[in-house]
Each structure stands twice: as structure tokens, then as C-alpha cells.
């Protein structure tokens, strides 16, 4: 029986056909994209990389180090990527091989070695290089991204083993790899809720790095304590301070951070079901911000427009340099409901509301990032797309009428199989994209796949299900990086293995110093969640 994470490429056909399966030694063996590696299904892989590289030729022999191991970086790297390097080479080597580094004016600055070796250049289209052989480690990079990928690929190639003496040695596969990422953007958002533990968080950062993530989406639901407002958090959110330390682990690991609140619906900062809200659990007379049921923002009132820009402003301040702010604006299904606003032209209101949002975000050096479901009219698209717009409240009118400078995360879940011709149409509307997938590899694979073609970027969501999102970052990493998804036909991505290693990688980038909560990634053997 096919397992969740088996899958058929439909291109491999074609491609095995003029594909030779990789054999022989570096410098004269054949180059193997990950489709020619997922040619040979019996052979084994000297390694489980994620995401598996775009070009790899594996060679015959191994190299050690053990004890004491010197890196040189380029005279020019970055401070940054230096420190994380040594933060990772401890955890990833348990203190077992003692790492010196040093700074070598003849290295360009996304160049490293480490026991050797010279770094390769680059093939034209690769934005990091990196070369195992009887000399030693080296690798080259476009930019400091490139040399964090460089080294969380490395990383992966580390196999421990008992040294002659006692300690501990690591080998490693002779390769030689060239990199690039299909999609340029790719990110995951990620959601604070009163049960979430912090260190959830943090696993779920320093994983989404090391699997070459780009960006990460910060949504506290009434989780971070707010100057613009107090009744925005509740008594046990977390200050900036504590938030502050998940914001420092995602810079530190390349991750660009982006803030995001909930700027029209989901105003009540809690999930629909449990019934709670945020704001007016707290203080009632602030009723006058919402719409009458609280779910949606009031659009007509000067306060509710003055606070939301004060929570932008503070938002952006805390996560530090970036280029983007999400503002929401999805499921605001009482939007125009109060007196006020029934007087109004409530599409144009959604416009006016969106468009100065966006206008004051540019003010502040970002982008606004705003869920597309709005500007989608339900009876034009098929079951399963996330589309708003309807007779009853027609918001897909304002489609010509908003910002081009406000970037579209089209969100779809139930879309499992063929295209997702939603990008296509805000792409030929003049909008930039970002597919949207949740947590099942199906939605994952084939927004990931649309997204390409359509210059998107790819943004995973995991709402209350982070749990259950943990396992499936390793996959969404290896669509949204392989070249037309080849490597999703390796054997690696089988999801017992698949599984397996991700627990590998998280219990080295986050040890859980034998204490059983601190482990894996469901402290509390929840179930699955269905709603």
C-alpha cells in the first residue's frame, strides 16, 4: 500500500529515458540531478538530505574529521553566518570534534573551507557549491543565504562513529553538489495561541531554517503584549522580551521574520469555535471597534483605523528589518454590519481600508501581505478554492480597485490535484503571489507545483495544527526547492523516513537534554485535529 508521502512524478518517464543512474567518482562520474537519483529505487543514497539538492554526483570514498577541526571563512563573511556556523557545528557534533575558525583574506566571502579542500565554483544558475574529497570540505556561495544553505546541507552529510580511542569521528560522503531553489520565497506561518508552548515555536523556526526556508509569519493571537492596546493580549501573553528571543533564533538561523495582525476579520484574536475574544472578554465597551458580533473589524470608525495602524507600526518595530507586514484580511464574514457602515458602499469601504493599510505599511519600508479569498467570487471556482466574494457581501468587485503593491497569499486547502488557475488570475491581474498550502502533502505538492509557473513564492500555514505540521516541513521544503519536484520520487521521502529524519535534525537543533516533554514534537500526544 502506498504510504501519505509516496509519489509519482509525472516528468520522470521523460527524464529516465535520457538519465543515467550515478555512478563513479567525482572527477570523472556523471552529474545526478535528484531525478537521476530517484532513477535507481533499490540503491541507497549515502545520504538523506532535505531538501535534496537540485545537482549531486556522489563519489566512491569518505572524509574524517575527528578531534580538532579548523573552518576558514572568507576576510569579508558575514558576523552572523560565522556564529551560526560554530552554534550548529556544536550542536550537530555534540562537542565531540572542537571547531577553530578563521578568518582567510584569500576566501571570497561566501566561501568556506573546513580540513581542506578548494572551494568549487559554482555553475551559472547555483546559489551555493559544495565539494567533499580526499582533501578536505569546501563550498562557495552567492550571498550569506547561500553559505547557510551550504553548511545545513553539509551538516546533513555527517555521519557519527566511534573513533579509535574512545569519542566520537565523523564521516562524510565524497560529492559534489550545485544548489538552487525553485521558488525564491518560501515561508510558514505560524500562529501563537494560549496553548502553544514557546519551545514548539522555536522547533518549528530552527527547522524551517536548516530545511532552507526563507521567511517566517508570526501571528500571536492575543499572545504578545501590545502598547497600542492591553486589552489585545491576554494577562499570560508573552512580552516583547520573551517574543523577542524566537524573533533573535529566526535571524540568527536566515530567517527574515514578518509580522502579521489581523486587520479586518478574525478580529476577536481567537479561533471561531471556542467562542472567545480577545478584546471584549476583557473589556466590553470597547464594542464600538467591531462590527456587532466582534468577529470584524468596524471600517467606519476613526479608532478602530488609528489603533490597527499603531499594532502595524509596533509589529514592525519588534520584528525588526524586513520587507513585508501581513495584514490578514481573510473570513470577514460580518463586514458593513453595524449601522454606520450599512450606509456605506461596503466594497469600496474593503478598498479604501486595504489600500491606505498598504500605503501606510510602504511608509514603513515594507509590503503589505493580504489573504486573497476577498477578491475571489465563490460560483466562479471550483469546490475546494477558498473564494469569499459573494452576491451578499461582493468584495470580488474591489479585485481592479486594490493596491498592486499589496502582495496575494492564496490560500486553498481542499485543492489536492491539478492546477490552481487562482494564481494565474491574480498573476495576470498585475498582483504578486504566494501559494498557500496547510499540512496535508497532497495540498502541499500541487500548490507548490502551481506556484512556479506562475512566479509565485510559497507560504505554508499550520494554524492549530503545528503538531501536526512538525512532520511535513520536510516535505514542503523539498517541493518548494526541487527543480519540477523530482526529488519527491527519492526513497527519502518515504514518511517513515522522512519522519524519522526530521527527528534527527530537531533533536540536535533543539536537544531536549533527556527530559521527555522537551522531545519531539507533541509533548502531549495530542491527537490529530479534525477541526
Not at 551538516?155 to 579509535?164: E, H, I, S, T
Request: aromatic share 10%.
Amino acid at each position: 500500500m502506498k504510504k501519505p508521502f509516496e509519489t509519482t512524478i509525472t516528468s520522470r518517464r521523460n527524464f529516465l529515458a535520457t538519465s543515467a543512474v550515478v555512478a563513479g567518482t567525482l572527477a570523472a562520474g556523471p552529474r545526478a540531478s535528484a531525478q537521476t537519483a530517484a532513477a535507481s529505487e533499490t540503491r541507497v543514497l549515502p545520504r538523506s538530505i532535505h531538501p535534496y539538492p537540485n545537482q549531486v554526483a556522489w563519489g566512491e570514498g569518505t572524509f574524517c574529521l575527528r578531534g580538532k577541526a579548523v573552518l576558514k571563512v572568507g576576510g569579508e563573511a558575514d558576523a552572523g553566518v560565522i556564529e551560526m556556523m560554530k552554534d550548529t557545528w556544536q550542536r550537530f557534533t555534540f562537542g565531540a570534534v572542537e571547531l577553530t575558525v578563521s578568518r582567510d583574506p584569500g576566501l571570497k566571502a561566501g566561501e568556506f573551507t573546513l580540513g581542506g579542500g578548494r572551494p568549487p565554483q559554482p555553475q551559472p544558475d547555483a546559489t551555493y557549491a559544495l565539494k567533499v574529497d580526499a582533501a578536505g570540505i569546501a563550498a562557495s556561495a552567492a550571498d550569506a543565504a547561500g553559505a547557510r544553505h551550504a553548511w545545513f546541507t553539509l551538516l546533513q552529510l555527517l555521519d557519527a562513529d566511534d573513533a579509535d580511542g574512545g569519542g566520537l569521528e565523523f564521516t562524510l560522503p565524497q560529492v559534489e553538489i550545485h544548489d538552487w531553489p525553485a521558488l525564491k520565497f518560501r515561508g510558514l506561518h505560524l500562529c501563537i495561541f494560549p496553548e502553544t508552548p514557546p519551545r514548539m515555536i522555536e522547533k518549528a523556526i530552527r527547522l524551517a531554517a536548516f530545511f532552507k526556508f526563507t521567511h517566517v509569519v508570526l501571528e500571536f493571537w492575543g499572545m504578545l503584549r501590545l502598547d497600542a492596546l492591553k486589552e489585545l493580549s491576554w494577562a499570560e501573553a508573552w512580552s516583547k522580551e520573551q517574543a523577542g528571543q524566537l524573533v533573535g533564533v529566526a535571524r540568527s538561523m536566515g530567517l527574515e521574520v514578518i509580522p502579521m495582525f489581523n486587520c479586518w476579520g478574525h478580529a476577536s484574536s481567537c479561533r471561531i469555535k471556542h467562542g472567545r475574544h480577545v478584546v471584549l472578554d476583557q473589556n466590553p465597551r470597547l464594542a464600538s471597534l467591531f462590527e456587532p458580533d466582534g468577529w470584524t473589524w468596524c471600517l467606519t470608525n476613526p479608532r478602530t483605523q488609528a489603533l490597527l495602524r499603531r499594532v502595524i507600526d509596533e509589529l514592525c518595530e519588534f520584528a525588526g528589518p524586513g520587507q513585508y507586514v501581513h495584514i490578514g484580511c481573510d473570513e470577514a464574514y460580518s463586514h458593513g454590519t453595524c449601522d454606520r457602515c450599512r450606509q456605506t458602499d461596503r466594497v469600496q469601504l474593503f478598498v479604501d481600508h486595504v489600500n491606505h493599510l498598504a500605503a501606510h505599511v510602504e511608509q514603513r519600508g515594507r509590503r503589505a501581505i493580504m489573504w486573497g479569498d476577498a477578491l475571489l467570487e465563490r460560483s466562479k471556482w471550483p469546490s475546494g478554492f477558498a473564494a469569499n466574494g459573494a452576491p451578499s457581501l461582493p468584495t470580488h468587485e474591489a479585485f481592479d480597485r486594490v493596491s498592486r503593491r499589496i502582495v496575494i497569499a492564496d490560500w486553498h486547502y481542499g485543492v489536492t490535484t491539478g492546477d490552481v488557475p487562482t494564481l494565474a488570475h491574480f498573476r495576470n491581474g498585475g498582483f504578486e503571489t504566494l501559494a498557500c498550502p496547510w499540512n496535508t502533502p497532497a495540498n502541499i505538492r500541487t500548490l507548490a507545483k502551481a506556484a512556479a509557473p506562475n512566479q509565485s513564492g510559497l507560504l505554508m500555514t499550520t494554524w492549530h495544527h503545528l503538531v501536526q505540521s512538525i512532520p511535513t516541513l520536510a516535505y514542503a521544503a523539498n517541493c518548494a526547492w526541487s527543480q519540477d519536484q523530482a526529488a519527491l520520487g527519492l526513497r527519502q521521502m518515504d514518511w517513515s523516513l522522512m519522519r524519522a529524519a526530521t527527528a534527527s535534525v530537531l533533536r540536535k537543533l533543539v536537544p531536549a537534554e533527556g527530559h521527555f516533554g522537551r522531545a519531539g514534537w507533541n509533548t502531549f500526544e495530542l491527537p490529530a485535529e479534525v477541526d
